[in-house]
């Protein structure tokens, strides 16, 4: 309900177009996602491919050394039953042979494993005993008595010149040297083997045709080894960069934009570590929250690109000055930042967070115009530290150090503030924000603006976003960033949430002024039990279908506890409501959530827009849309506030746009006239 609201009225929190961003926040990010998946053989050339190949064929010839000459030699040994059939005269001959040079074989092999000889000669001793093991059975067999058995029985002589080129992965020039060896061998015998003509033609023809095929084959066979290592290089490659982009966009997921720092979801991460300690080993910390003083007078009189360069300055300085106490430190938003450092004592949070409010003093950044007359940047720090008490929650170190801050900026600013929950100073107005939440619908003090997406191909306002509005008594108007924590954490974001449905539905969606409209929801809202009815009730009372809404939601620290909420989304689908997925990339929306939930859309945080000025700002931007639109997601991009921008947009395809350049937050009045005035020209040339 809260998350755009808060965005859209509070503190700025994004970066302006044509600003360079922080080098050292995102360079590494950049570099990592500008890469493109390529074909290895566009960078190395072929000798290196060669090379690389070899290096790996070695390796894997070494591996299959070993088993592969055991198996030959057995296979070899076991070809003795065929030596006592057809040869038993010299069967005794060629037995001992096979068994002299099997085992000398297996010996020279291990020898040489053992001393680590170059997989080379590990490949000459292979071939070797496929040589002698073939002249140690020919030999013999060729001595005996049944000429014609022997001259038919020298045609498994083929096998040993298969073996060379099939059953062992040899180079293509070790196998072509083994086979032809094998092969002149066997026309030697064969020229005095005493047998007809024809059969000699016959059999040196099917040699030479073995030879021929076989040799083919390994050809074959290592240029596809070649082609499948190239494959694998490239899968391996586009592998690790398809990594190292996931790993950027965790990053980014994870930093903030501008400064570098931890954003908040890493610092929501970082303070349930600190609080698990606390719980479990006792191990206290502090929670320090630092606002710049007058900000926002700051950026009206120097403008945004100077107030960007200040908030880097200060994180820098800070940043430089928490590593000294091994702490940690994010930007919480807008000019906000926040330390979380493990302390003993209370005084030495006091010591720490005096030394923040100096450090940030002694850059002496000019601030000339500030209302109380001190003419550099300042910072108001409000600490606290955990402590023994009841029902402890983690929420609340935090809502300590934020009313500990709220005193320091109203007793001068330029100082510090601990939490001391004895001071009756120390209840602020986050007490009667609550109480002014519990009348504000009775009391008409909470009010809805709109402001219009539109469809960029149609150019047409498809969509209104419904952001609350809350009022004092006397008129005042309180800020989203202030109220809707405090709503949220009383509970009373509830009612309010079921106010905005059906005030949504009423003003706006049951007489058809616009098509959409779009809601934030809370997580508090999706972990309610009942929720999704209480939903489905409005929609029948008004009469609206369930596609006329949008809901959008942000993930973040509530998100991850309460599996449920899928559960309610889903049942919200069931009702035709589109889900969409807010500040997508600014560290509050996870990776994981793609993939968990349907979204109908995502949307994109308008930092990612306003950072195109930069080459790696337009590549980043570029990254997430085909991440998103990869998902099968629309994208709507916030923030559009020019026409160049909005052409950008055309020209990147996306769906839907939201800015100032396409209309500002207003009253549902304001639609309501529009509607009218495009129904009136209509409605007379109907009559006429």
Known sequence: MGAEAAKEFGTRDALQPGFVVNERASSRVADAVDSEPHDPRQELGAAELRILYRTEAQAKRRKEARPGLWIAVVIY???????LLLIPDVAALTITARFAVGLTALLVLEAQLRRGAATDWLDVTCAAAIIFGYIGWLYPASMGANKETVAYYMVFGTIFMMSANLFFTFRFKVSIITSTIILCILYVVNYFLPASLA??????????????????V?????????????????????????????????????????????????????????????????????????DVDFFKKFNDCYGHQEGDRCLIQVAEALSDLIKQYDGSIGRYGGEEFIVLARMGRKDQVADLAEAICRTVENLAIAHELRRDGIAIVTASVGAA?????????????????????????????????????????????????????????????VSLVYQPIQDVASGRVEAVEALMRLKMLDGTLVPPSLFIPVAERTGAILELGRWAIRTVCAELLAQDHVRVVSVNVSPIQLKTPGFATSVATILGETGVTGNRL?????????????????????????????????????????????RLIDFDTVKIDRSFLHDCGTPKGMAMLQDIIALVRNRGHKILVEGVET?????????????????????????AANFQTKRAIQKRPFTVLKSA
């Open 385 to 445: 530290f955990t402590r023994k008490q009841t029902a402890a929650k983690l929420e609340k170190i935090i809502h300590e150090a934020d009313r500990a801050l709220y005193l320091a900026k109203a007793g001068g600013r330029n100082c510090v503030r601990l939490f001391d929950p004895t001071d009756p100073q120390s209840s602020d107005e986050s007490e009667n924000l609550a109480a002014l939440l519990k009348i504000a619908i009775g009391q008409d003090l």
């Open 77 to 83: 040994v076991l070809f003795s039953v065929s030596d």
């Open 643 to 667: 026409e160049e921008q909005m052409l950008l947009m055309r020209q990147f395809g996306i769906d839907k746009v939201q800015g100032f350049h396409v209309g500002r937050p207003a009253p």
């Open 550 to 594: 949008a809901f959008e939601i942000t993930e973040g620290l509530e998100m991850e506890m309460h599996s449920d909420i899928l559960r309610c989304i889903s049942d919200l689908k069931l009702l035709g409501i589109r889900i969409w997925l807010d500040d997508f990339g600014t560290g509050f929306a996870g990776l994981s959530w793609l």
């Open 218 to 290: 390994n050809w074959k066979l290592n240029e596809e080894r070649y082609n499948v290592f190239l494959n694998a290089l490239e899968a391996k490659i586009q592998h690790n960069e398809a990594t190292e982009r996931g790993k950027a966009l965790l990053r980014l997921s994870r930093t903030d934009p501008l400064t570098g720092l931890e954003n908040r979801r890493a610092i929501d991460e970082k303070l349930r570590d600190y609080w698990n300690d606390w719980q479990k080993l006792g191990h206290g910390f502090a929670a320090i929250l630092i």
């Open 199 to 216: 059969y000699k033609m016959v059999f040196g023809t099917f040699y030479v045709s073995c030879f021929t095929f076989t040799s083919y």
